[in-house]
């Protein structure tokens, strides 16, 4: 029975450490506006020059909040975050290589054929 107190008490006391109800409907409304945000700025056609960079840092922002707080990765252990962001890190490496190679596709020689 001792154990069971030290239960309720560990369950409680790992409770505290996740957001609540309030916090979750105030990261729904701000990911709510930033999809807003999306959605009017691709419609102004003066930033057209920015509109890539500007959307992929909103998403960003919304990938952010969306993992920290509805994955509860912000709450959890140091390890998990540090796993999910290698591979996080080595994915946007292997989609910057081969952007950069679409993008450099022309300057390379092709191989000869065999």
Known sequence: MADHGTHEHHESAHEGAHATNQMYVRIAIILAIITLVEVVIYYIPTIRSVLVPALIVLSLAKFLMVVGYFMHLKFDSRLYRFMF???????????????????????WFPLPAA
Do not use: E, N
């Open 85 to 107: 962001a290698s591979g996080l890190v080595i994915t946007l490496g292997v989609y910057l290589a081969l952007l950069a190679m679409q993008w450099t596709r022309g300057y």
